[in-house]
């Protein structure tokens, strides 16, 4: 992995780097929404399986879905040993269930099978590049989710780039309005310090949901108004 600064869409100024950019993004975001503190949400399995059941819908769909899967199966032997159709009803709440249903078994019966139990906590002693590619490797789980798990669960330096991340990074200027959410997740991390992915992650989320919508962004109220390069900015 190269550590070449990337070459930004808009240019910041004459004496204003990237690393400074995104430096003065993360403490305007901080001012206005404050510090959030590391802390898992999900034991490590269940947020693996909460990945799968996020794809492609909200937090409140995925939510439903998993506190049903849970509901019904109080075990994940027992999700495993579920007919997969049954599954699928379990979680169709979250959408897409008839294609999730079958990811989530197979998941399962693969970790049980290499690690002889259902448990991801051997991710912890993984150097994180490797801790990725396992995830990765896993039929549905990409490079945001597998982030996600890896920040979250163990506070490994991986930053997960969803969808509002991605649109107020690309407005920022601090990629190219096409660049995909990986290359995207590769620029942060490249551009901040470890130990401030979390709390920039979720910063960025919340400030994506509020204020830079995907359609009639508030820019006049917005924190980041005087170093945001967005060209239909308001």
């Not at 430096?23 to 034991?43: C, K, N, S």
């Not at 997960?160 to 990629?175: E, K, Q, S």
Request: proline letters at 7%; one cysteine or more.
């Amino acid at each position: 992995m190269t550590n070449a600064m990337p070459k930004l869409q808009y240019p910041i100024s004459n004496t204003q780097s990237p690393a400074a950019l995104a430096e003065e993004i993360y403490r305007r975001l901080q001012d206005a929404y404050g510090a959030p503190d590391w802390r898992p949400t999900y034991a490590p399995m269940d947020e693996l399986v909460l990945t799968f059941l996020s794809q492609n819908t909200s937090d409140l769909n995925s939510g439903r879905a998993f506190q049903a899967l849970k509901a019904r199966y109080p075990a994940w032997q027992d999700a495993l040993d579920a007919p997969v159709a049954e599954l699928a009803e379990t979680i169709r709440s979250g959408g897409l269930a008839q294609r999730k249903a079958p990811r989530i078994q197979a998941a399962l019966r693969r970790i049980q099978t290499e690690r002889g139990e259902f448990a991801i906590g051997f991710l912890a002693d993984l150097p994180t590049d490797e801790a990725l590619r396992w995830l990765t490797s896993f039929d549905g789980i990409g490079h945001k989710t597998a982030s996600i798990v890896l920040l979250f669960c163990f506070g490994k330096p991986a930053f997960p780039v969803d969808t509002h991340v991605g649109r107020v990074t690309r407005r920022l200027g601090l990629t190219g309005s096409k660049d995909t959410e990986e290359k995207i997740k590769g620029i942060w991390e490249r551009l901040v310090p470890p130990e401030w992915y979390y709390p920039l992650h979720l910063n960025l989320i919340r400030h994506g949901r509020e204020v830079c919508h995907a359609r009639g962004p508030e820019c006049g109220g917005c924190v980041l108004n005087q170093v945001c390069r967005y060209e239909e900015k308001t």
